[in-house]
T-cell receptor, first 110, second 110 residues
């Protein structure tokens, strides 16, 4: 079983602050996804990164895939209360197996 | 509209009574997968399928069966459910760069 360690587990910040969530593994992934999940609903895909060193931006969110394709980060600039939610990373192997991190629960206070 | 449909959304059953959770996608995706989500354990992959008639075990396949007779459907079968299979189940359909999850099936086995 490949492990994907996500940190921090919980994060509570004030509106306007910046934050970074990390996803680390000793395994190499063919691709890595970041999701956001609301209570009682399925995860919603934010981004997929496939190339080592790749950086993708989605408005105030910046996603980076490590050069060795073992780790990734999600950086949110000027967080807003609407960013509150559970953020999940997930890594894929070429064989099709998918491993999720345990998630980061983000609370942004107004 | 791209959609993954799971049924039922909620199910309470008794130990040992066979049940099937259906999953259907309308995007012609080759890859489909089942996950269970438990507090403190995150999302764990049960089974996945990379194409019709091709299925493989994920990290927690014990007690579950799947079939992939046609591309759009990927049912999850619990031949003899036990209380430790009480969980929130998600079906997902995806390509390398996009992923869609169903709304979830909350299963309680008493």
């Amino acid at each position: 079983t490949q492990l994907l360690e996500q940190s921090p587990q919980f994060l509570s910040i004030q509106e306007g602050e910046n934050l970074t969530v990390y996803c680390n593994s000793s395994s190499v992934f063919s691709s890595l996804q970041w999701y956001r999940q609301e209570p009682g609903e399925g995860p919603v895909l934010l981004v997929t990164v496939v190339t080592g060193g790749e950086v993708k931006k989605l408005k105030r969110l910046t996603f980076q895939f490590g050069d060795a394709r073992k780790d990734s980060s999600l950086h949110i600039t000027a967080a807003q209360p609407g960013d509150t939610g559970l953020y999940l990373c997930a890594g894929d192997t070429n064989a099709g197996k998918s491993t999720f991190g345990d998630g980061t629960t983000l609370t942004v206070k107004p | 509209e791209a959609q993954v449909t799971q049924n039922p959304r909620y199910l309470i059953t008794v130990t040992g009574k066979k049940l099937t959770v259906t999953c259907s996608q309308n995007m012609n995706h080759e890859y489909m997968s089942w996950y269970r989500q438990d507090p403190g354990l995150g999302l764990r992959q049960i089974y996945y399928s990379m194409n019709v008639e091709v299925t493989d075990k994920g990290d927690v396949p014990e007690g579950y069966k799947v079939s992939r007779k046609e591309k759009r459907n990927f049912p999850l079968i619990l031949e003899s459910p036990s209380p430790n299979q009480t969980s929130l189940y998600f079906c997902a359909s995806r390509t390398r760069t996009e992923a869609f999850f169903g709304q979830g099936t909350r299963l309680t086995v008493v």
